[in-house]
């Protein structure tokens, strides 16, 4: 089993959608959660920190299930410039990130 | 403006020839990683380092060799033990710890004939 897991899509939705994804990770251990953004052939860039309660940013919100070992990332109103991979990452008990491979989200007009 | 350069952004090699990535930040970090991306993969780690002077092998470091002289430099040799090299190579840093946020620099795209 993969430590962090995610669907790697493509999810396609149109402008203004809601989208939601989802990660689940095998260390129950894990301390640390992030979404990083990666647009194609560029590097990843921290989207949002995960936290227990949960955390929004604007149109978007992550949310921690530890119990069950699930981050998950709902983007609203979804826009164009939302087209993009976005990584779960994780980390584990030796303090090391792990990254999942991504979903890829397409925003279509 | 901080942050993480990495040069060059696309570097092409010969099979055998060793080849040195470029990585520095000013953003005073303590901590420098180098991962590799692969199609379909995530990011795997190579190398990190959380001091001057003092770097750790990550999962895949086999053919690969790093220093870490200043703090805001971090060089990565991919050597020619390096059975498949070609790949997007990223180099990241974070405060202190590796499970703090990281930044990552843009990339070097290598390529190797």
């Known amino acids: 089993r993969k430590e962090v897991e995610q669907d790697p899509g493509p999810f396609n939705v149109p402008e203004g959608a809601t989208v939601a994804f989802n990660c689940t990770y095998s260390n129950s251990a894990s301390q640390s959660f992030f979404w990083y953004r990666q647009d194609c052939r560029k590097e990843p860039k921290l989207l949002m920190s995960?936290?227990?309660s949960g955390n929004e940013d604007g149109r978007f919100t992550a949310q921690l299930n530890r119990a069950s070992q699930y981050i998950s990332l709902l983007i609203r109103d979804s826009k164009l410039s939302d087209s993009a991979t976005y990584l779960c990452v994780v980390s584990t008990w030796t303090d090391k990130l792990i990254f999942g491979t991504g979903t890829r989200l397409q925003v279509f007009p | 403006d901080g942050g993480i350069t990495q040069s060059p952004k696309y570097l092409f090699r010969k099979e055998g020839q060793n080849v040195t990535l470029s990585c520095e930040q000013n953003?005073?970090?303590?901590?420098m990683y180098w991962y590799r991306q692969d199609p379909g993969q995530g990011l795997r780690l190579i190398y990190y380092?959380?001091?001057?002077?003092?770097?750790q092998k990550g999962d895949i470091a086999e053919g690969y060799s790093v220093s870490r002289e200043k703090k805001e430099s971090f060089p990565l040799t991919v050597t020619s033990a390096q059975k498949n090299p070609t790949a997007f190579y990223l180099c990241?840093?974070?405060?202190?710890?590796?499970?703090?946020?990281?930044?990552f620099g843009p990339g070097t795209r290598l390529t190797v004939l």
């Open positions: 380092s959380q001091i001057v002077n003092d770097f």
């Open positions: 990241a840093s974070s405060i202190e710890r590796q499970s703090n946020e990281q930044f």
């Open positions: 995960v936290y227990s």
């Open positions: 953003l005073n970090h303590d901590a």
